[in-house]
């Protein structure tokens, strides 16, 4: 996989996962947006999800901490949508931009 970084995270995570699934069998019409449950529409389990994780990691070349994203309360939620990704890539840009 070489770096999918695009312009905005929702773009970058919506490159990543078209990526992750491509070889998938996924239906044609299967739909890759910012309301796109990860689990829920894609497929993706467990190891898939952190193979996302490292993939976004490494398109921006830094380390997001996607746990605070995937856990609450010491627990996994149930799904994210790829939206929830890129808004939670987007405020951790946005905080290392203000410690800067």
């Given at each position: 996989?070489?770096?999918?970084?695009?312009?905005?995270?929702?773009?970058?995570?919506?490159?990543?996962?078209?990526?992750?699934?491509?070889?998938w069998g996924l239906d044609p019409g299967t739909?890759?947006?910012?309301?796109?449950?990860?689990?829920?529409?894609?497929?993706?389990?467990?190891?898939?999800?952190?193979?996302?994780?490292?993939?976004?990691?490494?398109?921006?070349?830094?380390?997001?901490?996607?746990?605070?994203?995937?856990?609450?309360?010491?627990?996994?939620?149930?799904?994210?949508s790829l939206g929830q990704f890129a808004d939670?890539?987007?405020?951790r840009l946005d905080a290392k931009g203000a410690?800067?």
């Open positions: 996989m070489s770096n999918l970084k695009k312009d905005t995270p929702i773009d970058t995570v919506t490159a990543v996962a078209v990526d992750l699934t491509q070889d739909k890759f947006a910012s309301e796109t449950l990860v689990a829920g529409d894609l497929g993706f389990t467990s190891i898939d999800i952190i193979q996302l994780c490292v993939a976004l990691d490494q398109s921006y070349e830094t380390r997001f901490g996607f746990q605070d994203l995937l856990m609450k309360d010491g627990s996994y939620i149930g799904d994210v939670f890539i987007a405020s410690s800067a």
